[in-house]
C-alpha cells in the first residue's frame, strides 16, 4: 500500500504547470550533457569521469554553492567525490545528505543512471542554497558506485561514509539518488510487483527503499514527498543483503552505522536499457523528472527543518 500518513508541516507552494516545463527543460540539458555530450564515464574511462566532475562543479557554482573536492587514490589514480555544504542554523552539527552517483556502468552513457539523479540533486542545491534551516546540508556527488568498485572499500560513498564515521559526523538521514528518470504507465511494465501486492502492477510510481533498522524514516518522508508531487509514493522495507535493496551508497551509509533509504524508480524492475548502450537520455522522461525533483524537495525540507 502507499504510505500516505497524515502530514501537517507546511511547505513552499507546489510548483506551477509553467514552472514543472521550466524544470524539465532544465534537467533534460544536464541529463543531456552528462549522458551524451560525456557518455560513459567510470574508471575505465577516466578522462569522461573527470570531465562529469568539473561539469558538476560547474553546475553547482553556478547554483550559488561552493562544491568541495573530496579525492582519494586508487591503484595510483585520483578519484573524488564533490561536496556541497549547507549549513543549519540551531542544530548545525546534525547533518542530512543527499547523494547521488556520477559515474556510469561500463558500456553505459548512464542516463537514468545516474545523470537523471544528478540533475535533480544540481537543481536541489539552487533551490536550498540560502534558504534557512537547522540542521545542516550536505549535497554530494559520488564517484565509484558502479562496477567494479560497488560493495567495496573504494566504493566513494563507502569512503565518505567510513571517513564520517571517523571523524564523529552526527549523520541524521542520508537520503540516496538512484536512476529516478522513466515511468511506464502499461500495465505489466513493473516487474516483481508480485500481482500488485508488493508493488503497482504498471511502473509510474517512485519507491523508497530502507532496511529494518532505519525503516521509521520512510512514514515521513513519503508524507513530505506527497505533499508537493504528484507522483504515487510506495514505500519497501527489504532485507540489507537483498538484490535492490543494498545495489547503490545507501548501503555504504548502512555499513557505518548511519540511517539512510534510497529513491528509485526501481531501475531495472521497469527500465529495460539499465546498464546498456541504451541508456540515452531520450529515455528519460522530464515531467516525471521534475515532478520526482518537486518531492524530494519537500523531503528535504522535513528533514532539515527548513522554514516556510
Not at 570531465?51 to 561552493?66: D, K, P, S, V, Y
Request: hydrophobic residues 40%; contains cysteine; charged residues 25%.
Amino acid at each position: 500500500m502507499p504510505l500516505r500518513p497524515e502530514f501537517s508541516r507546511s511547505f513552499t507552494p507546489d510548483p506551477s504547470p509553467g514552472e514543472l516545463e521550466l524544470l524539465a527543460a532544465r534537467l533534460r540539458d544536464d541529463v543531456v550533457y552528462i549522458a551524451q555530450e560525456i557518455g560513459e564515464r567510470n574508471a575505465a574511462n577516466h578522462a569522461a569521469l573527470e570531465a562529469a566532475a568539473r561539469f558538476i562543479e560547474q553546475r553547482l557554482r553556478a547554483a550559488g554553492t561552493t562544491p568541495q573536492r573530496l579525492v582519494y587514490d586508487v591503484d595510483g589514480r585520483t578519484f573524488a567525490n564533490i561536496e556541497v555544504e549547507l549549513r543549519g542554523v540551531a542544530k548545525p552539527n546534525e547533518i542530512v545528505v543527499l547523494g547521488a552517483h556520477y559515474d556510469s556502468a561500463p558500456g553505459s552513457p548512464g542516463a537514468n543512471d545516474n545523470a537523471s539523479a544528478l540533475a535533480c540533486l544540481i537543481h536541489l542545491a539552487g533551490r536550498l542554497a540560502g534558504r534557512r534551516s537547522a540542521r545542516t546540508l550536505r549535497l554530494v556527488a559520488f564517484t565509484n558506485e558502479e562496477p567494479p568498485f560497488t560493495r567495496t572499500r573504494r566504493m566513494g560513498s563507502r569512503v565518505y561514509a567510513r571517513r564520517a564515521r571517523r571523524e564523529g559526523v552526527d549523520i541524521r538521514a542520508m537520503v540516496c539518488l538512484e536512476t529516478i528518470g522513466y515511468r511506464d504507465t502499461r500495465k505489466g511494465s513493473q516487474r516483481f510487483s508480485l500481482g500488485g501486492l508488493l508493488l503497482p502492477n504498471q511502473g509510474d510510481f517512485i519507491a523508497l527503499v530502507s532496511n529494518w533498522r532505519y525503516r521509521r524514516l520512510l512514514a515521513p518522508a513519503a508524507a513530505a514527498f506527497s505533499q508537493r508531487s504528484a507522483v504515487d509514493i510506495h514505500g519497501l522495507v527489504l532485507p540489507s543483503h537483498m538484490p535492490g535493496a543494498w545495489s547503490s551508497d545507501h548501503w555504504s551509509f548502512w555499513k557505518e552505522g548511519f540511517p539512510a533509504f534510497m529513491v528509485t524508480d526501481t531501475a531495472p524492475m521497469r527500465y529495460p536499457w539499465y546498464h546498456t548502450p541504451d541508456d540515452t537520455p531520450e529515455k528519460v522522461d522530464y515531467a516525471f523528472l521534475g515532478q520526482v525533483a518537486a518531492g524530494i524537495e519537500g523531503v528535504l525540507e522535513d528533514l532539515l527543518g527548513i522554514e516556510a
